[in-house]
């Protein structure tokens, strides 16, 4: 069983963010084997990283609601209380915020943390320092979202380009409900993404541990 769930992943179908370069990666392959020229092997251990870089797995959200679940795969870089960004009009006063960095391995589609509605999105151009840094979140490129929850308290989740990334996506929209788990982005070739937490709710993670994004539950809001 776990051979299977590893293999439905890894061969899981790639995000449309990647079809370009999946698809410039085969034309490089089938130029290799029409001219007979050293381009065929570069042309295909680039498609090959690519189906494996966009793959885009399906996830299970946790039913319970009220959670805060991970944005992200990859691992929890920081756990301390940070103001949200200032774009985001979510105040000054520190909050809880996960930060979770995504190696080039890990699935770099984002996933919203909560049910809730699209109140803010901003874009911040910004630096490519190492994502795993914590200044990262300050001074890296970066797009932000306000989310509105029910009870119209706020959750921030923002995409951080790293020293790789040069491409944040984001297809949420401004006034556009999201449910918890769903798709709203990707980051291209190794990111990280931040989660703000509202006043008073404790995350309920802890440093290095691995996320499973849209499953693994980082606060309960209730």
């Known amino acids: ?13 790639p995000h449309p963010a990647g079809y370009p370069f999946i698809g410039g990666g085969a034309a490089a392959c089938g130029l290799g084997l ?3 020229g050293w381009l065929f092997w570069p042309g295909l251990a680039f498609t090959l990283f690519c189906l494996y870089f966009f793959r885009d797995p399906d996830r299970v959200p946790p039913a319970t609601p009220g959670l805060v679940i991970a ?11 940070f103001p949200p ?17 995504l190696s080039v391995l890990d699935v770099h589609v984002n996933r919203s943390p909560v049910a809730g509605r699209v109140k803010k999105i901003v874009y911040h151009h910004g630096k490519f320092l190492s994502a795993n840094l914590d200044k990262a979140s300050d001074e890296n490129e970066r797009n932000a979202l306000a989310i509105e929850l029910p009870d119209g308290r706020m959750v921030g989740c923002v ?5 790789v990334a040069r491409r944040i996506l984001c297809d949420a929209k401004h006034g556009d409900s999201l449910q918890a ?13 931040d989660v ?16 499973i ?8 809001l209730r």
Request: net charge negative.
């Open 1 to 13: 069983m776990a051979l299977a769930q590893s293999l439905s992943i890894v061969l899981a179908r």
């Open 34 to 36: 029409i001219l007979g």
């Open 71 to 81: 944005p992200a795969d990859g691992h929890v870089v920081s756990i301390g209380e």
């Open 85 to 101: 960004p200032a774009e985001l009009d979510m105040g000054n006063s520190p909050v809880w915020r996960v930060a979770i960095f």
């Open 159 to 163: 995409q951080i380009a790293g020293l």
């Open 181 to 193: 788990g769903e798709r709203f982005g990707i980051i291209r070739f190794g990111s990280r993404t």
């Open 196 to 211: 703000y937490l509202p006043p008073g709710v404790l995350p309920s993670v802890l440093l290095g541990q691995t996320m």
């Open 213 to 220: 994004g849209g499953e693994t539950v980082l606060a309960d």
